[in-house]
């Protein structure tokens, strides 16, 4: 049985699965790689001096965040965390959006790409929580880019990117600039042909 709270999924990421454990996106049996590994790779990882620990608990942090976030969402449950009492400031303030957690797929003349959008709003508002301490906003500008180009290949108007820049009970909603398609399917195209960034992919 449904509940009646639950949001659904978009069209964007019909037929996807995925394995959180592998962090690994399928469709249709196929393996697709995550924006999140694209960027890393095209651009370089750009956590290589973070021990380990520091990473771990970051990481945790993060994953407690968005979980209790979905959580609101979808079932009313009310989380814990300072973060998460910032982002519900924001949430009791907008109207219900359109998918949590949304499963995302898009086609680029080079190659496929999946991955997973925080919040989608029927406006065209799309977000992302972010609870790192400082913001990487080149980093987070392409991600949100990828999740635009994807939305609107699904047929989905997109005019907002906004990064949700929470930490403890603090939240900065930061406007992100809209990229090319172009840029996106070359980012796209660097990864499938094994390359790096230079010049000519500097947004």
Known sequence: MTNENEIKRTKCGEGVEFNPERHQYKKNG????????????????KYGAV???????????GKEVHLEAEEYHKYGTIGISDEF??????????????????????????GAFCGTCDLFYGSGRLCDYKTSKVLDTKTTTIQLNMYRYAYQKAGYDVRNLEAWHVVGNVLKRVQLPILPDSYI?????YYYSGKQADEALEA
Do not use: M
């Not at 399917?185 to 195209?189: M, N, Q």
């Open 51 to 61: 021990s380990p620990e520091v990473l771990a608990r970051a990481c945790a942090k």
């Open 30 to 45: 196929v393996i697709n790689p995550s924006v999140s590994k694209i960027i890393r790779q095209v651009f370089g990882y």
């Open 185 to 189: 399917e070359g980012i796209v195209d």
């Open 85 to 110: 009492f910032a982002l519900k400031k924001e949430f009791d303030r907008l109207p219900k959006p359109l998918a949590v957690e949304d499963y995302l797929y898009a086609e680029t003349p080079s």
